[in-house]
């Protein structure tokens, strides 16, 4: 079974930062588009930021310059650094890996809890 760890979320006051990290199986990483999504009580799930395997990158409409995501490929980790936090951005925080080989192929991980309070 296809485990992604995530760590990093926690409470902070609104303008406060954190930053989020996944981490993924070696065999997984090198070929996936890695995604941040969130999800908050009574909201659908909705993508964060992706980047690609050779770097690109794109946003939800909502962050507006606040998060960047990256990848280290020695480690095998994405990040989402995530500055000027508002009360709004509070949601579980998912990490998802997701390639195409004959068919497409989808990991979550198991969620991390952001809470930004006012």
């Known amino acids: 079974q296809v485990q992604l760890v995530e760590s990093g979320g926690g409470l902070v006051q609104a303008g406060g930062s954190l930053r989020l990290s996944c981490v993924a199986p070696r065999s997984i990483f090198r070929v996936s588009d890695m995604e941040w999504y969130r999800q908050a009580p009574g909201q659908q799930r909705e993508l964060v930021a992706q980047i690609t395997p050779e770097g690109p990158t794109k946003y939800g409409d909502f962050v507006r310059g606040r998060f960047t995501i990256s990848r280290d490929t020695a480690k095998n980790t994405v990040y989402l650094q995530m500055n000027n936090l508002e009360p709004e951005d509070t949601a579980v925080y998912y990490c998802?890996?997701?390639?195409?080989?004959?068919?497409?192929?989808?990991?979550w991980g198991q969620g991390t809890q952001v809470t930004v309070s006012s």
């Open positions: 998802k890996a997701e390639y195409l080989w004959n068919r497409r192929y989808e990991y």
